[in-house]
């Protein structure tokens, strides 16, 4: 997934069990795209918001996945 195909509002899900773990955050738990941060001199990444907890910023897009 690029952030190109991701849009703002877009509702997603932990691409990897893992990180939803370290983070603390329930492993199925569904977030919301908040921010697009198109490609500078480094990858580029989004901000995306799960109810309860604070705004996951600047992270890479391919650590989610839509939810269809």
Sequence with gaps: MTPGRMMQ?????????????ILGIWRHARGRVVGIHPPGNAPATVDVKFQGHDTLKRYLPDLFRPVR
Aim: hydrophobic content about 55%; charged content about 40%; overall charge negative.
């Design 9 to 21: 509002g877009d509702e997603v899900v932990f691409a990897r069990i893992d990180l939803a773990e």
